[in-house]
């Protein structure tokens, strides 16, 4: 994309409620606009960047073989009746009355809606274990929505469900989830940790939260740092081998991380004190066993195996798609804007045309260019180089390819690597290979 | 996808109340389940279907310079009392009021967002023309919904935006995604001719729909049989090019085309007779010109060449989606089933496993399904042959790979094309090439 024709607003003046980094950096770089309170549209390169990280997400939940549907946003009151959370859950939920007069609601979980429809498909044992996931608009509608995407009202979010017709059953798909979640995070470049939640009137241990480690996290994360050296890609885990999942749920429950709600010090004192690390966490997922709560209180049975009718075990995994974006912002940015990891950045590199009009630079910049428009940012504009150093800086882009008039006529180029700052003055050549271009 | 490991229902009996052919057999075939009344589940081989749609729209509209935003689904209804529509618009649209009771709707369409959003952003002539355009989801309370997707309450469009400097600047904006819509059509694998329609209170003829032919379709389109044979890919117009719109425009005035309610009997018979085309059409797409009725209502202005504001010039333009899924089926279908085109099918091919269980039909499926696992639905349940036949037929895959036990001991198979019904007896090496995988 040619920026002189981009849709890419930056801000200078941001509102005085963007108090976190995120927020601020988000409004400025242009990735979002407030439309409602809580309530953004997604501006281009936001957008790229919300897309990237659901692909990821849908990457990874196919490799797990969950199945991807999609269920809508509104929801009939109907089903939340007959799960008897209608009148227990509080005001965070939407309700709407249609033009019938029929009550709707906007699904803030769907829990119900996949209940139902899993009931009214599924018949027998024979079909299980399944996971069903979506990635769907919701709706909370906050007393105080506040830290831009962070705390919006409505916001993107990949929610998965699982039936099993045993516990034992669940505790795999359990830890499959688990696994993929690692596996998630570990592709969009960030550090996150899983540490135990509450379970409630459910017990038992299989409930966590994923923490994205920031400096301005919301609680406090105790962890053993073996957690920040495996590579799940490389780890030869396989979501399918029964007997992986067990390796998995034995490195859990012997490799410690909590928040400091639930950080245990006697625990703490066994980890190894070279491998005792801590820092801020920002909640960006949540996997959750909850048993036959739903098909129980919704009537959900299937047969098994001796022809008895049973309610199978549930369990629900959460990513928060458009949270993620603000959470990654807040782990990784400097003074100057946006440091993206490759796998998520809007778009891998940006030509930075130091004099445009430039018979020379203007072809050089155009050579790079046509290697992979969709992909790279072309500033072209007539502005100043500081101009497009701060821009370019601001949104972040994982390389910048600078090329001006006394380099590109002896055919140099210069590289800067955003997150560490590098730079590279190399030929035409030895960048586009740097680059990944030739 | 393994048949056997995969959510995908198929339905025996289906509602009454689905009377049309399309929503019929998108319940049979498990692309879609009613959740509320007018609002779907989309199911894996439904929302495959859709996501296909919106690529290539997607992909399209990027070809003409359109860029990708996404507004939210709730709106709120200070923007529309700033137009002046929110108490003009009817029953349709879905009032909500949020827990500090400001008053939210449900957006069913987005003029009003895109130029608060533009007028935010946009501050001179210099950045004109933009076009804007987002996929979203959207609800109109129908007083009674019907026929599926095709007239759903909660449904999925793409609707983009533009802005120019001028009445000139908005004619090429308009013919620039004529062309592109012409291109989506054709991608798509369906006829669509564009017919003039009502441009109420603005005038001039810069207002079109686009009808899907097929048997149902509400109205009768007259055409000049020119429109199924350009082919929008190949004939060599770019959407860059004054003069190439100008050829469009000139192409679109004088290639007869009109719905029953304004057709010209004088202007058809000059068409002549042997390319007098009709037929039934369904509305799938809408583009239309209403000059600056929202940038002047909106008090939205940027400034000119001479320094002084003006009111840019908008268009609006909208595809729907997930209508389109049940139109394509009201175009391609017969007896059995769907029959989807290449370009949007769900699966590309079926592996009908005629005896699973034999080693020897075990591993050549194995084989083809191995070629292209994301691509293949691999029919490996235990079931009879005719329930194969049967449910390939039904789901419409554009190829079926027939695999049983006399072939594969000689190294033979059978490909049936869905379309034709065409059969071929190929050795292992000529339908792998003959379907592209090998």
Redesign the interface.
């Known amino acids: 994309m040619r920026l002189s024709?981009?849709?890419q607003?930056t801000l200078k003046e941001v509102p005085a409620e963007a108090q976190i980094m995120s927020h601020r950096l988000m409004l400025r770089a242009g990735l979002i606009?407030q439309?409602?309170?809580g309530?953004?549209?997604?501006?281009?390169a936001g957008?790229r960047v919300?897309r990237n990280i659901a692909q990821i997400v849908r990457e990874e939940q196919d490799g797990v073989?969950a199945?991807?549907?999609?269920?809508?946003?509104?929801?009939?009151a109907?089903?939340w009746k007959r799960s008897g959370r209608y009148d227990a859950y509080g005001?965070?939920m939407?309700r709407?009355q249609?033009?019938q007069k029929?009550e709707?609601l906007?699904g803030p979980t769907n829990e119900e809606?996949v209940t139902?429809?899993f009931g009214?498909?599924?018949k027998s044992y024979r079909e299980l274990p399944?996971t069903?996931y979506h990635i769907q608009?919701k709706?909370r509608?906050e007393?105080r929505p506040r830290f831009g995407v962070m705390r919006g009202?409505?916001f993107y979010m990949k929610d998965a469900y699982s039936f099993d017709a045993s516990y034992e059953g669940a505790v795999s798909s359990y830890y499959r989830m688990m696994l993929s979640y690692l596996r998630i995070f570990r592709r969009l470049g960030i550090k996150a940790v899983p540490t135990a939640a509450d379970t409630g009137p459910i017990g038992g241990d299989l409930s966590h939260e994923f923490q994205v480690l920031a400096p301005t996290g919301e609680s406090e994360v105790f962890y053993d740092s073996r957690w920040d050296e495996i590579d799940w890609d490389k780890e030869d885990l396989d979501g399918n081998r029964p007997e992986d999942l067990k390796k998995l749920q034995d490195l859990v429950s012997t490799t410690y991380s909590a928040t400091d709600e639930k950080h245990d010090t006697a625990a703490w004192e066994q980890v190894p004190q070279e491998r005792q690390a801590s820092g801020r966490g920002i909640e960006v997922g949540h996997i959750f066993y909850f048993g036959t709560k739903y098909t129980e209180a919704m009537g959900v049975e299937v047969s098994g195996a001796d022809g008895a009718a049973f309610h199978p075990h549930m369990g629900s995994y959460g990513v928060g798609v458009s949270r993620l974006v603000g959470a990654i912002i807040e782990a990784s940015h400097d003074d100057n804007g946006i440091i993206w990891p490759e796998s998520i950045a809007p778009y891998r590199a940006a030509i930075l045309n130091l004099r445009s009009g430039d018979d020379t630079c203007d072809a050089l910049c155009e050579r790079f260019y046509q290697c992979a428009p969709d992909d790279i940012l072309y500033d072209d504009r007539s502005e100043r180089a500081g101009v497009k150093f701060n821009d370019a800086d601001l949104l972040g882009h994982p390389w910048q390819i600078i090329i001006g008039p006394r380099g590109a006529k002896n055919g140099m180029v210069e590289l800067k690597e955003r997150a560490t700052g590098e730079r590279f003055e190399l030929s035409v050549d030895e960048a586009l290979k740097k680059l990944g271009l030739a």
């Open positions: 024709q981009a849709f607003p606009r439309t409602a309170s309530i953004y549209t997604w501006l281009p957008l919300l073989g199945q991807e549907v999609l269920m809508p946003t509104l929801q009939s109907e089903l005001p965070e939407l709407i249609d033009r029929r709707l906007y809606v139902d429809l009214s498909t599924v399944k069903l608009w709706f509608d007393i009202r409505e």
